[in-house]
Structure formats: C-alpha cells, structure tokens
C-alpha cells in the first residue's frame, strides 16, 4: 500500500485509487510480456538516468511511426504499458511505442528547472530523445512521424517535449497536464501549488509567448498539433489548466481561440476543435464531466481518440494520401467534376489528382483539384440508405466525417452507414452512395 507524503506523490496515487475502482490497480494490472516489451539499457545520452522500455509489435511496419509513452507520478514504464491501450493499437496499426521510467524509479518528470524547459538543456527530455534516436537507428522508426503522449507528470511532460523539440514531434496529446511552463520553480522537480490549483492564469499571447521564446529559442518552422484532456472534478490538477492550455497551443499554432466547432461524441465529452481556415485541426480539447484525475481509462476510447488525432491509425503503406480503391470493382473513387454537389464515382484508377484522397486529422477525406480542395460529403446530411456521397466545401460537420475501418469499411460519422458502389457495379462510373453495411465486396475500400 503506497504512502502519500507529498503533493508530487499524490499524482500518481489518485490515478492508482481511481483504478482500483475499475480495475486497473497496480496489483490488478496484467504483467508485460518479456517477449514484446524490451527493456533497452544503452540507448546514449541519459544525464538522469532514464530507464528505456520498448514495444515493438509483431505488426510492426516497415519505418513505423513512434510513439512516447510517459507515466504519471510514482508510475513506471512497465506499468503504463499493461495498464493502458497504447500497446494493443500498436497492434492494431503497427507502430512502435517507447515507455520511458523516471529516476528514481517512481518519481515525477522534471517539468520544472531551466534545464529540462529549454532545448537540449539537460534533464529528463535529453534522455527521452537518445530513446526516440535508438528507436530510429536500430528498428528503422520513421523520423517524420514521432508522437508523444502522457498522463498527468507524463501529460505536463508531453507539452515540454512538444514545445523543446517541436520540429521532432508532428502531435501529442496530453491527459490531466498543465501548459508548458506553468509548473516553473527553477529546481528539478519541483512542485508548483499554483499551477495545480489552476491560479495561474495568463493570456494567450504570454502563454504562446513562453513556447516561442524558451522552449526552442528562434524556431520559425512547424509545429506540432496539441490534444488536450480534463476532468471537471480533477482535485489534483485543477480543471482551469485545461483553458489555460487551449489558449497556450492555439497560440502558438496560429488559430483562433473560439472553436470551430463544439460536439459531444460520448456522453458528459465535450469536445471542442481548433481549425486552421483549409479546416484542419490543430488543437483539439476534451473536457469530461464529473471525471477526475483518472485517464484515460482502460477500454474505454480515449487512447484510440489519441491515436486517431495523432494519426497513428492509418494502416495504408505511405500515409494518409493516396487513391481510394474499391476493392470488388478494382476501381478508384474519382471526383469526376469540380462542381459542388457533384456525385462520386469509380473508374479505372489513373494516379490523377481527382483520383488523390487525403484523410485529415479531423476525418475528412479531401480531394484538391485545379487548386480547390473539396471534403467527401453526405448530400444533404442523408443518413439512409441511397444518400449520395458528393464533393462539398469543407466545413467540419459531421456529414463530413468518415472512419476508415480496420475491416476495409468506410463508414459515415453521422449516419454509420458504409461507403457503397450502387448496385454491386463494377462499369466505369458507377455512382457511391451511402448504405447499411453488408459486408460485401462494393463497401470494401483501400487506402494506398
């Protein structure tokens, strides 16, 4: 039974509470397994004394993406590994997942001294990215698409790295953290009672300002897309973090802090997102009702909501980009006109651009032809069978949406309808539509 001294301790341990309530108590929690969790003990520069876990999946791609994995207070590597999902949508989509351990073992990330806020200043990030670099160099991890996430410490240290090394990270997400920064005392994890209690309030622009001036001094480049989540009854750290953060990233990433849209996807979720003016999401924030300091949860689908904004779910060789082939007709979904409204079709694919369909990080399926990029559309907000699927502005809406299924399925948002080729047809430009799945040949699709 753990004892809880301080307030850094506490972090961890209501995560720990909270999990013996639902099943996820440290005792509980299933044990790693030694042939698909490695630990690493040369990794390079390690000015902490890091301890590196790796998960490699039999999945794995060639040139996987990686993710880092960062465990809360009085956690561990090991143990967010079989405590969470990370591991089993790795799986699934075939990327690699670091899973870090703090020294001395237990203890919180330093987000705290000058050392770790700044680049290569030392600390707990330095070690954190000899792990990425060993990762890349002996198991071929893709440099163009490294991802971090992390739970409470692991959630504050998951916006240090994305702001130290934002030309390293394409996203994160962070679960119950606090904005870069904000947790500043000038010592090595050091504890900052204003910061958790949500007192610390700044605007936007000095809150943009600490990323662009301390993190990475004179970084002009891209940066990386920022998930957020919070509870309202988090007594650890406070609920106000979470607005505190939204205003940070949507500084820093250029777009407006009023959201572009707002829904509720599961009950007591609201969930709000950030767009750039082409509709691309760069801040996206959940804020959960009468949850506390407990995510994400275990089997629920907060870490596949992750995965899905951080883009670790495509399962296309190459990305997201490419022709979207139907499967029973050996024949590529074509934008056959640019006039809004215009019905999909397939034809015989010929790698043109009316034929190049990007899935974007807010589920759209785009096609950009003659300059103008136009979304995949449920016609009119149709959710029964027969609703045409046509080429419209992109808005964001939900009819707009589409999941592309581990099952070669696409599936509608807001209806849940499959992506079909009319009739089983298999000719030169026959008509998609939407209709309820079947399993057959004509709502088979591939991304390529």
């Known amino acids: 039974m753990f004892r809880f001294r301080t307030p850094l301790s506490r972090l961890w341990g209501v995560v720990a509470a909270v999990g013996l309530a639902v099943g996820l108590s440290l005792q509980a929690a299933p044990q790693a397994s030694a042939a698909s969790l490695t630990q690493i003990t040369d990794f390079g520069t390690n000015p902490t004394g890091l301890q590196m876990h790796l998960y490699v999946p039999a999945t794995a791609k060639a040139n996987p993406p990686i993710l880092l994995a960062l465990h809360g207070c009085q956690g561990s590597g090991p143990y967010l590994h079989s405590s969470q999902d990370f591991s089993s949508l790795a799986d699934r989509y075939g990327f690699l997942v670091i899973y870090p351990s703090t020294n001395p073992g237990g203890s919180c990330w330093d987000v705290s001294s000058d050392q770790a806020l700044t680049r290569n200043g030392g600390s707990d990030p330095v070690g954190l990215m000899s792990m990425i670099t060993y990762a890349q160099q002996r198991h071929g991890g893709n440099p163009n698409a490294v991802y971090v996430t992390g739970q409470s410490s692991g959630a504050m240290m998951t916006n240090v790295m994305l702001a130290d090394y934002p030309d390293v990270f394409k996203a994160g997400a962070s679960f119950m953290g606090v904005p870069y920064r904000c947790f500043y005392t000038g010592t090595v994890r050091g504890w900052n009672s204003a910061c958790a209690q949500g007192q610390v309030n700044r605007t936007a622009q000095q809150w943009g300002g600490s990323v662009r001036t301390s993190g990475y001094p004179g970084y002009t480049g891209p940066r990386p897309r920022v998930q957020l989540w919070h509870g309202t009854n988090d007594t650890i750290l406070s609920h106000n973090n979470l607005g505190e953060a939204v205003e940070q990233w949507t500084d820093v990433l250029g777009v407006s802090q009023t959201p572009s849209t707002t829904d ?16 691309t999401t ?6 959960l009702a009468a949850s506390g300091h407990e995510l994400p949860v275990k089997g629920s689908t907060m870490a596949a909501e992750a995965i899905r904004f951080m883009g670790l779910d495509a399962t296309a ?4 980009t490419g022709a979207l082939r139907a499967v029973g007709a050996g024949k590529c979904l074509t934008d056959a006109s640019t006039a809004l409204g215009t019905q999909q079709q397939i034809n015989t694919c010929n790698g043109g651009a009316n034929q190049t369909w990007t899935r974007t990080a807010s589920n759209q399926l785009t096609v950009t032809v003659g300059g103008s990029t136009l979304c995949l559309d449920a016609n009119a907000h149709g959710t029964t069978n027969g609703t045409k699927a046509v080429a419209w502005t992109c808005n964001g809406q939900a009819n707009q949406q589409w999941l592309l299924n581990a099952n070669g399925t696409v599936t509608g ?11 089983l047809a298999t000719t030169e430009g026959t008509q998609v539509q939407l209709w309820a799945c079947s399993g057959g040949g004509n709502q088979q699709w591939t991304l390529a």
Not at 264 to 279: D, F, I, K, L
């Open 413 to 423: 948002v807001q209806s849940g309808l499959c992506l079909d080729v009319a009739g």
């Open 282 to 287: 760069q801040v996206e924030a959940y804020s």
């Open 317 to 320: 060789p190459g990305g997201t």
């Open 264 to 279: 509720s996807p599961v009950t007591n979720w609201t969930r709000t997102r950030y767009r750039t003016s082409a509709g």
